[in-house]
């Protein structure tokens, strides 16, 4: 028997693609220009309810991470089934992410994504490096959920949970 290979990244992204996720908006107020600026993230879990943590991953590369850092406080928008558009515009590269998405202040001013399924007011706890991310954690400060469905990814594409009534 051959002993499959791990070191293939495109096989280990197929075969890590079998584990559906929900989205997350991740964003802040650039203290630089004072707009908002944020990533979409399918890496998020929570990590402790004493004290209330949560995480997320981000490429090394990322330039939006360390804008979203610099706010000092982000907001962390789970998002709900109507808004894949909203998570291909925080995932693009060099346009302005912002363009047509709606958002609300969280009580410390960070954007928090208009009708999402639920959201999280964060601050940085800690960075840790793993390969060609970084793994951080979140001190949770607010949160609200709704009654919404969530965007889900699976097998790389978006999609919808169905759930038995």
Not at 11 to 19: D, W
Not at 27 to 53: C, E, H, K, R, Y
Request: net charge negative; proline share 7%.
């Amino acid at each position: 028997m051959t002993k499959p290979s791990t070191s293939d990244p495109t096989r280990m992204r197929t075969v890590l693609g079998h584990f559906a996720t929900g989205v997350v908006a991740i964003t802040g107020i650039d203290p630089d220009t004072g707009s908002p600026v944020g990533l979409a993230a399918n890496s998020f879990t929570s990590v402790s309810l004493d004290p209330p943590l949560v995480a997320f991953c981000v490429a090394a590369t990322s330039t939006s991470w360390p804008r979203v850092r610099a706010a000092g406080c982000y907001a962390i928008s789970i998002l709900s089934e109507s808004q894949e558009a909203v998570c291909r515009s925080l995932a693009a590269r060099g346009v302005d992410k912002f363009a047509g998405i709606d958002w609300t202040p969280s009580p410390s001013g960070a954007p928090v994504v208009a009708d999402s399924l639920a959201w999280i007011e964060a601050e940085l706890d800690t960075e840790h490096a793993a390969g060609d991310h970084t793994i951080v954690v979140s001190r949770v400060r607010h949160l609200h959920s709704s009654d919404q469905e969530p965007l889900v990814f699976f097998r790389g594409r978006y999609g919808r949970l169905t759930v038995p009534a």
